[in-house]
């Protein structure tokens, strides 16, 4: 398909099967987006992928290949099994629901009162991709359920971030070179009673996190916080506010 391809807002489902385009591709409806096989968007897979849409899946071993991409999922952002792979400087954006409460969780997670967003999605399904921002709206929440993360990015959370399960921010192996950084930000920063966020580098790069949420930073009876390796952390209340 040789010219920009936007399938304009309709309510059927999408189903893309080994298909090359030579230009960017918008899909908008309210339902579903399937992809199958290998889909290159632009010839050297560098043109810009947006989808707006209920769900967007990809099959088990599916390979997009993409230059910017831009996802607003109604539903959830949980993508599958397969991988978008972006070129070097590709640029990711996440539009998150502004009347729900954010929850990054595992796949194999339901989510029934908010709107998740896979951890599996952020570290393997999205590939070659700069730094992802996630954002709650106004009086809602970033919910970090139990799993790990190991990109670069931004957790911002308006009414605040709250580690509910034990968390991991780490380097996608022992070895990757790759420095991570994780700033979080919003109202304020919990750690629920009983539950560890645990950080640790790789044995050549190091993970950071930096929390500087403008109100209150409190652990909870029980919480803990825990660093290895080559990792760093730095929390810092907004003025007149706590850390408990």
């Known amino acids: ?32 987006t399937e992809f199958t096989g290998a889909v290159s968007i632009g ?13 967007a899946a990809l099959d088990d071993g599916c390979t997009v290949k993409a230059g910017d991409i831009t996802l607003d999922l109604s539903d959830s952002m949980d993508l599958g099994k397969g991988t978008i792979s972006g070129k070097t400087g590709s640029k990711i954006t996440l539009v ?19 709107y998740k967003i896979a951890y599996e999605t952020l570290n393997s399904t999205l590939t070659g991709y700069g730094d992802f921002t996630v954002n709650s709206g106004a009086g809602h929440s970033v919910f970090m359920q ?3 993360l190991n990109k670069s990015g931004t957790i911002n ?12 921010i780490t380097a996608a192996n022992s070895t990757q070179p790759t420095a991570k950084t994780i700033e979080i930000t919003g ?19 190091l993970t950071t996190v930096n929390i500087h949420p403008t109100g209150d930073i409190t652990l909870e009876d029980g919480a803990q916080i ?19």
């Not at 502004?98 to 029934?112: M, P």
């Not at 825990?226 to 408990?244: N, P, R």
């Open 1 to 32: 398909l040789t010219t920009q391809q936007d399938t304009a807002d309709q309510s059927g489902a999408i189903h893309i099967t080994k298909t090359n385009f030579t230009s960017p591709l918008e899909l908008r409806t309210t339902a579903g």
């Open 43 to 55: 010839t050297a897979g560098d043109q810009a992928l947006i989808i707006h849409a209920k769900s």
């Open 96 to 114: 998150t629901p502004t009347d729900k409460d954010i929850y990054l969780a595992d796949s194999s997670e339901t989510i029934t009162n908010g």
């Open 146 to 148: 139990d799993g790990s």
């Open 157 to 168: 959370g308006a009414a605040g971030v709250k580690v509910t399960g034990d968390v991991a």
């Open 187 to 205: 109202g304020s920063f919990s750690i629920a009673a009983n539950k560890k966020l645990s950080i640790a580098g790789s044995d050549t790069a």
């Open 226 to 244: 825990t660093v290895a390796g080559k990792a760093d952390i730095t929390m810092d209340s907004g003025s007149s506010h706590k850390v408990t």
